[in-house]
């Protein structure tokens, strides 16, 4: 299920429904991806919960934000430089090589999920959307 999917009131599925608004608009844009993102990381660095995520992680955090501001926006419907920039990159194949546990996929769920609801207020429809497909998504990559 795609982000749109997720939080498309049911009458956009006709075939006489306008054209749906992204979730990167109705989010807020750049501003609020971008929030999301510094949010995110924010507590991984600094909340113990995610110690153990945040051990996985290089020390140096900055290359990582300004990766994932870039796939959160062209996976939201936002501008694709991140995707032209990795062509056939995946994101599930991409991690396979960590060892990923239900902990700690349950971490970063969960502190995408804080960082959403703390940031992406505009929409609460599509903020609780994306938290859910995202957490779905971490809880994939889990083995
Ligand atoms: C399931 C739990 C997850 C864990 C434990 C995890 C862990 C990691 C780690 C260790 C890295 C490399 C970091 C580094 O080099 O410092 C990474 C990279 C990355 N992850 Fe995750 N990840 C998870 C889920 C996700 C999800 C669900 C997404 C997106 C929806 C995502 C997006 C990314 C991106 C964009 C990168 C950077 C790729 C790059 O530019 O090299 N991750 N992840």
Not at 11 to 38: C, M, N, W
Not at 55 to 79: E, N, Q, V
Request: with cysteine.
């Amino acid at each position: 299920m795609t982000l749109s999917d997720a939080a498309a009131p049911a009458e956009t599925a006709t075939q006489t429904a306008p054209k749906p608004i992204p979730p990167f608009v109705r989010l807020g844009g750049a501003p609020v991806i971008s929030a999301i993102v510094d949010q995110f990381y924010d507590l991984m660095e600094n909340d113990p919960a995610y110690a153990e995520l945040r051990a996985m992680h290089a020390p140096d955090l900055a290359p990582m934000r300004t990766s994932l501001k870039g796939f959160l926006t062209g996976w939201a419907g936002g501008p694709r430089d991140w995707f032209d920039a990795n062509p056939g990159r995946c994101m599930m194949s991409m991690h396979s090589g960590f060892t990923i546990s239900d902990q700690t996929a349950g971490q970063w769920a969960q502190a995408m999920r804080r960082a959403i609801e703390s940031v992406a207020t505009a929409d609460q429809q599509m903020a609780k959307a994306m938290a859910g497909v995202l957490e779905e998504l971490a809880m994939g990559m889990a083995r």
